[in-house]
Antibody
Framework: EVHLVESGGGLVQPGGSRTLSCAAS????????MHWVRQASGKGLEWVGR??????????AYGASLQGRFTISRDDSTNTVYLQMNSLKPEDTAVYYC??????????????WGPGTLVTVSS | DIQMTQSPSSVSAYVGDRLTITCRAS??????VNWYQQKPGKAPKLLIY???TLHTGVPSYFSGSGSGTEFTLTISSLQPEDFATYYC?????????FGGGTKVEFK
């Protein structure tokens, strides 16, 4: 069974940094692209970014609104994907989800999601 | 970026009702639209991908259709467990984008 669990959320001061982790199990992690999606309280879903596999040179891509403040990385030896967030703003306050990309060759959906971790940016 | 406009934003319905949710893309996205269901305090769950393919374990009273820029999610007979918020998503191109959501509530 696919299992994703995020951790690392909490209270961060504006301008601060935080790194989230997502531990994966139940599938061949090294063969899956991984995504991060966030959701502010009472709001919709916003795509944060993704990291592809080693066969795709661990290519990353991010939502434009993040303006280079976020970095996604992965460790295939520990089945973990990370989201490093810098220069945090109050508007970054959200639940952050990691999700696995389905293995379709084109237009794949996010077929499994973790329960999410809450990041609150406030002084 | 491709904008996904979802309607209605909320709807009240009875158990047993037939319900249709529409998603319009700002440009053609072929068949690459997916639908997710989210319940309060929970992560989204994939329902349908590539317009009309049901994800594993999803009941057959859910269906999807459309192409190009217009897509629909249909629930043929609402069940109590289907009261939730539904999101469309395009995976035609990056950045991936979601519709604003449709909240389905008890009438």
């Amino acid at each position: 069974e696919v299992h994703l669990v995020e951790s690392g959320g909490g209270l961060v001061q504006p301008g601060g940094s935080r790194t989230l982790s997502c531990a994966a199990s139940g599938f061949t992690f090294s063969g899956a692209a991984m995504h991060w999606v966030r959701q502010a309280s009472g709001k919709g879903l916003e795509w944060v970014g993704r990291i592809r596999t080693s066969s795709n040179n661990y290519a990353t891509a991010y939502g434009a609104s993040l303006q280079g403040r976020f970095t996604i990385s992965r460790d295939d030896s520990t089945n973990t994907v990370y989201l490093q967030m810098n220069s945090l703003k109050p508007e970054d306050t959200a639940v952050y989800y990691c999700a696995r990309l389905h293995r379709l060759p084109r237009g794949a959906p996010l077929d499994h999601w973790g329960p999410g971790t809450l990041v609150t940016v406030s002084s | 970026d491709i904008q996904m406009t979802q309607s209605p934003s909320s709807v009240s319905a009875y158990v047993g009702d037939r319900l249709t949710i529409t998603c319009r893309a700002s440009q053609s996205i072929s068949k690459y639209v997916n639908w997710y269901q989210q319940k309060p305090g929970k992560a989204p769950k994939l329902l349908i991908y590539s317009t009309s393919t049901l994800h594993t374990g999803v009941p057959s009273y859910f269906s999807g259709s459309g192409s190009g820029t217009e897509f629909t999610l249909t629930i043929s007979s609402l069940q109590p467990e289907d009261f939730a918020t539904y999101y469309c998503q395009q995976t035609y191109s990056l950045p991936l984008t979601f519709g604003g959501g449709t909240k389905v509530e008890f009438k």
